[in-house]
């Protein structure tokens, strides 16, 4: 039997969310220590050498708009700690079957130039439509990368846009990407443009909540940028993890939490697969519902156990990394010059993505998030040669190893049709389909890399609707997961609120 210890704080888990969390409390002055399943940190921020060794991949997540714009990221000295971004020359491209793309710059003028030269009219629809919002960003990215319940943001929003402003402010929020769309834009190019940052989320350009979804990135690269740390996006993992050490901060590798034991109503500890036991009165589990309620068994109370179990997930994923002999061959000019290229062509092909995944129906033509980080960093790998990074929704029948590899050759295909000789580029890949996406971060449940889905509902109560969504009915158990608001992508702000809270409500200085 293992010595049991003690700690002031306990994270379970170390992604993002569970790095801020540990960050707060040991700026508070909290001993806090993370403990995680893996043998290595960072959740789905992780770059490895998948491929080919001097090919840095990143395994999960690559490109990071919510980083760079994140109030809590933003609070820490990542730079002294060896984060630098990069910021590729054009944010992201949406080729087209004509050979041309749309193109997000940094610069929202020159974004509208772009989008004025494929169709008259639609760049400066969108340089007064963003312009508008970007003079208010700040309100806005209080709102959005603010905690739950939204207050100072909801009163910025107030301040900066008026109350009738607000309230169409409000009536965006509920708008589809298909309206917004056809409200701005006459031609094809800028609306697939629209709509492939809506597909970073699961749900559909024709559903409520998909305006500002798709809108809201297009937003955050003019006032962000779209960049990746500089080296992988395991950088930003040890900057966080190396900003945490330097607070006093303790990192537990391959220490998977089996338990988490309470007593009176209260959180005393947990229990670690190798017989550890950690008592500490605050914990925050950067874990998914399902696998919080898990680990508290029975001592969790039966009818916040039926209202979480109700949080759904969203769509399998299949994942595909390459090593190549070159830089891919895009045919419109943009897409070689952006990080980001969203492969999929017309707004209808977009759409039918979603609707085909719903169905339970395999897309032969896959919509594809790409990314080419080797482009503007050319430290990804070795000298002349690239790496390349996709990923694409698909239904439950891709599952096991033969349809995972089918669909890696339905997405291959389809960035040959933008890029034609990308196959003869390909020096070795790897694929990881659902299954594997679990088995590597018990988070991806299912392969979802949403941490659940984006239904309107489930995006504002998060996981479930409450005052404090991070708050459980066990007293100093928090959870702080991207299943919590506002959500998924890398920004921290789950894990910083509900370290907060967990500060706040231990009545000590925070
Ligand atoms: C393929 C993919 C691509 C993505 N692309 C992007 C992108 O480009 N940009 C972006 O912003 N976001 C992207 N995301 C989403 C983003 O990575 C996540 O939203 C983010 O990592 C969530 O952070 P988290 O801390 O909540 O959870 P995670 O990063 O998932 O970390 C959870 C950690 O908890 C650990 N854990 C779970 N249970 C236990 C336990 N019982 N005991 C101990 N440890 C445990 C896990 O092992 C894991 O390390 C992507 C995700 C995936 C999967």
New binding site residues.
């Given amino acids: 039997m293992r010595r049991a210890q003690q700690a002031d704080a306990i994270v ?7 790095l801020a969390a540990a960050i707060r409390l040991a700026r508070a002055g909290r001993a806090v220590v993370v ?4 043998p290595r940190l ?4 992780v770059s490895q050498e998948l491929t080919r060794p001097g090919f840095v991949s990143d395994t ?5 708009p ?2 760079a714009a994140s109030p809590v990221f933003a609070r820490m000295p990542l730079q002294d700690h060896g984060l630098d971004w990069v910021h590729p020359e054009i944010a992201m491209a949406h080729p087209m079957p004509d050979g041309r793309a749309g193109a997000l710059y940094r610069d929202l003028r020159r974004t509208a130039e772009h989008l004025d030269e494929l169709h008259p009219g639609d760049g400066s629809a969108w340089a007064s439509w963003a312009g508008h919002h970007l003079e208010r960003f700040e309100a806005l990215r209080a709102t959005v990368l603010g905690g739950f319940p939204p207050v100072v943001g909801g009163a910025r929003l107030v301040t900066a846009y008026g109350l009738q402003g607000t309230l169409e402010f409000a009536r965006l929020l509920l708008t589809s990407a298909d309206q917004l769309a056809s409200d701005l834009f006459t031609g094809e190019h800028a609306r697939a443009w629209l709509f492939g940052s809506v597909l970073h989320g699961d749900v559909g350009a024709e559903e409520s909540g998909s305006a500002i979804a798709g809108a809201y990135l297009q937003l955050l690269g003019h006032a962000a940028g779209w960049p990746s740390p500089r080296g992988g996006a395991g950088r930003l993992t040890q900057a966080l993890a190396g900003y945490l050490r330097s607070l006093g901060g303790v990192v537990e590798l391959d ?3 089996e338990r988490i034991a309470t007593a009176g109503g209260r959180v005393a500890g947990v229990v670690v697969a190798d017989g550890t036991r950690w008592r500490a009165p605050i914990v925050v589990a ?2 998914s519902p399902h ?1 919080l309620l898990r ?1 508290v068994g029975d001592a969790m109370p039966a009818d916040y156990t039926r209202r979480l179990s109700r949080f759904s997930y969203g769509p399998r ?1 299949v ?1 595909v990394d390459w090593a190549l002999d070159g830089p891919t061959p895009w045919t419109a000019p943009e897409a070689r010059l952006a990080g980001t290229v969203h492969v999929g062509g017309e707004s209808e092909v977009v759409t039918a993505q979603t609707t085909a995944v719903r169905r339970g129906e395999i897309p032969e033509r896959p919509f594809l998030l790409f990314g080419q980080q080797s482009i503007a960093d050319p430290s990804r790998a070795p000298a002349g040669k690239h790496t390349a990074w996709a ?1 694409t929704r698909v239904p439950g029948a891709v599952a096991g190893q033969e349809a995972v590899t089918a669909h890696a050759e339905r997405m291959t295909d389809q960035i040959e049709r933008f890029a034609p000789g990308f196959r003869d580029l390909v020096i070795d890949r790897f694929v990881q389909g659902p299954d594997t ?1 679990e088995a590597a ?4 449940v299912g392969g979802d ?3 659940g889905t984006y239904r309107l509902d489930q995006t504002v109560f998060r996981p479930l609707p409450s005052l404090v969504p991070y708050a459980t009915p066990i007293t100093g158990l928090w959870l702080g ?2 299943s919590t608001f506002p959500g ?3 920004h921290g702000v ?2 910083w609120s509900a370290a907060s809270y967990a500060l706040a409500r231990s009545r000590l200085p925070l």
């Fill in positions: 379970v888990g170390s992604g993002p969310n569970g403990l995680e399943a893996q960072g959740g789905a921020v999960f997540s690559a490109v990071y919510a980083a220490a998977r939490v950067d874990t696998a680990l994923t994942k990923y996406l971060n018990a988070n991806l890399v949403g941490g997961s991207a998924g992508a890398v789950p894990g």
